[in-house]
């Protein structure tokens, strides 16, 4: 993908709104794209429905970002956080308590994941978690490997993929996502400066 893309001097944009996919016939089947393709890597004109964004909704990226974890939202949000938008993370201190030890009630395994993560927030860990956690949840439709999660009847689940990006703008899902990274990218150019900085180095 990457290759064709600079191959075909396309813009930064096409990184995050691709106008076609570089697919071989495993990964088309993966990503639930019906195309005819004979052998090796053929560009496949992009089909909403698979919900792909170019390089932010790839099953390389969200399974590296994953770890293999069914609730992998904070090593999400971080990869986001330093790989595509170039902010340092740092690394938390040795001090920092488990979430387990900072839920006081003791109904730690009945909350939902966006509430385990609300305790990062409202302690200690909030200043950095403030800005990992939102991202992490730009990923939810997604399993641990890059699929998109579907019911048992294949129609997708619905989850709550809501967020915010590094500069405060809120975001309802990837899709509305990837559109606030293409307004006003004079204003808002953390991506392409990232992704730019990361190639030359």
């Known amino acids: 993908f990457l290759h064709d893309a600079l ?15 570089m697919l071989n016939a495993p990964l088309a089947e993966f990503y ?31 399974a590296v970002a ?9 090593y999400r949000g971080t990869y986001m956080l330093a790989r595509l938008f170039g902010v340092e993370v740092g690394t938390p201190p040795a001090s920092v308590p488990t979430l387990q030890s900072l839920n006081a009630d003791g109904t730690f395994r009945k909350k939902s994941v966006r ?8 302690r200690t860990c909030a200043v ?9 949840f730009a990923w939810e439709q997604f399993d ?4 998109l999660q579907q019911t048992a009847d294949g129609r997708l689940k619905t989850v709550d993929a809501s967020g915010k990006l590094p ?4 975001f309802a899902d990837l899709d509305s996502m990837c559109r606030s990274l293409l307004e006003r990218p004079e204003s808002h150019s953390s991506f392409p400066r990232a992704f730019v900085r990361a190639l030359a180095s």
């Open 32 to 62: 639930g794209v019906e195309a005819s393709i004979a052998d090796g890597w053929q560009r496949v004109a992009e089909v909403p429905a698979t919900r792909r964004h170019g390089i932010f909704s790839m099953s390389g990226p969200i």
């Open 167 to 170: 500069d405060g703008r809120s």
């Open 144 to 147: 641990q490997y890059g699929k």
């Open 66 to 74: 994953s770890r293999e974890e069914k609730e992998a939202q904070i």
């Open 128 to 136: 950095c978690h403030q800005k990992i956690d939102p991202l992490g």
């Open 115 to 122: 509430e385990k993560l609300q305790i990062h927030v409202e």
């Open 7 to 21: 191959s075909r001097n396309r813009p930064v944009s096409h990184l995050v709104a691709p106008d076609s996919l």
